[in-house]
């Protein structure tokens, strides 16, 4: 079945510091990819999506590309803010037809002013 | 505005007891979810509904059950609370197909005593 390795956090950054979150996956086919954040006391809402190969999915400020030759989809963002303080969860669709996704465990970022 | 609500943010229960939460959207969805998310596991998927009446077992079903009767309306039922079920338990909706977003609601978290 779907499998997601997402980058252990918690990861702390001063702000306007550079952002990368690694997510590879392993799948069958193709799947859409997604990332979803969040905010503290929140349920989640998406950040941002790829459907196809080498797409770019933005959203924010944030950006990630679908790697189909590395199965990955690493969210980055050049100047990170305060309040992009938040659980981020990177998640692989699960097959095309219902629209199951598979989350990886989730990424802890405190950004400090 | 878009919503996906869930009937409590807080709920606290006792073993053994017959625990209901319920999940409705207001977009017409016919798909339906419910994960539970613990720290460091992300979320997981206890059952999905892709239809009324319809419902499929996700990755951890046990100790649970589901209840579709209306498209709007998604119940999970806990036959009998244990505290290992106590967790923050999320409820999303999406249109069908893989490259649908998921729209999530506040979620309930729910303390078994």
């Known amino acids: 079945g779907n499998s997601v390795t997402q980058m252990e956090g918690p990861v702390t950054l001063s702000e306007e510091a550079f952002l990368t979150i690694n997510c590879t996956y392993t799948?069958?086919?193709?799947?859409?990819l997604f990332w979803y954040v969040q905010y503290p006391g929140e349920g989640l809402q998406l950040l941002l999506k790829?459907?196809?190969?080498?797409d770019k999915g933005s959203n924010k400020g944030f950006e990630a590309t679908y790697r189909k030759e590395t199965t990955s989809f690493h969210l980055e963002k050049g100047s990170v803010q305060v309040s992009d303080s938040a659980v981020y969860f990177c998640?692989?669709?699960?097959?095309?037809?219902?629209?199951?996704?598979?989350f990886g465990q989730g990424t802890i970022l405190t950004v400090h002013p | 505005d878009v919503k996906v609500t869930q009937s409590s943010r807080y709920l606290v229960k006792r073993t053994g007891e017959k625990v209901f939460l319920e999940c409705v959207q207001d977009?017409?969805?016919?798909?339906m979810f419910w994960y539970r998310q613990d720290p460091g596991l992300g979320l997981r998927l206890i059952y999905f509904?892709?239809?009324?009446?319809?419902?499929e077992k996700g990755d951890i079903p046990e100790g649970y059950s589901v209840s579709r009767e209306k498209k709007e309306r998604f119940s999970l039922i806990l036959e009998s609370a244990s505290t290992n079920q106590t967790s923050m338990y999320l409820c999303?909706?999406?249109?069908?197909?893989?490259?649908?977003?998921?729209?999530f609601g506040p979620g309930t978290r729910l303390t078994v005593l």
């Open positions: 999303a909706s999406s249109l069908p197909g893989g490259f649908n977003e998921q729209f």
């Open positions: 799948a069958t086919g193709y799947p859409s």
């Open positions: 790829a459907t196809k190969a080498d």
């Open positions: 998640a692989p669709a699960v097959g095309t037809s219902y629209g199951k996704l598979t």
């Open positions: 977009m017409d969805h016919e798909n």
């Open positions: 509904s892709y239809d009324v009446k319809m419902k």
